[in-house]
Nanobody, 125 residues
Framework: QVQLVESGGGLVQAGGSLRLSCAAS????????MGWFRQAPGKEREFVAA????????YYADSVKGRFTISRDNAKNMVYLQMNSLKPEDTAVYYC??????????????????WGQGTQVTVSS
């Protein structure tokens, strides 16, 4: 069982930056791959970024590649999403998610077993 709590969302102007954090409970954090997803009003939840257990492999949606960076600190059971050059279209609720490392799913939300409650990110133009 893994419990996830996101923080760091807020209101920022276009071009600004935010850093989201996800705190995970459980002693087996290192056995989970982690992902960030987002959901804008009226839209489906979409993949943003993922990182494997070691932190050496990362994956990004094309829409955020070059602007967002996912990282993890296994000693602290934390996952981060550094978001730079934010755009109004990045406005959404951002969710942290966890899946067993043995599962090959990267971008599909159905492959993730555990989810946080979400944190709102609003980018004004």
């Amino acid at each position: 069982q893994v419990q996830l709590v996101e923080s760091g969302g807020g209101l920022v102007q276009a071009g600004g930056s935010l850093r989201l954090s996800c705190a995970a409970s459980g002693r087996t954090f290192i056995s989970y791959a982690m992902g960030w997803f987002r959901q804008a009003p009226g839209k489906e939840r979409e993949f943003v970024a993922a990182i494997l257990w070691s932190g050496s492999n990362t994956y990004y949606a094309d829409s955020v590649k070059g602007r967002f960076t996912i990282s993890r600190d296994n000693a602290k059971n934390m996952v981060y999403l550094q978001m730079n050059s934010l755009k109004p279209e990045d406005t959404a609720v951002y969710y942290c998610a966890a899946r067993p490392s043995s599962r090959n799913t990267i971008v599909s939300s159905t492959g993730y077993d555990y989810w946080g409650q979400g944190t709102q990110v609003t980018v004004s133009s």
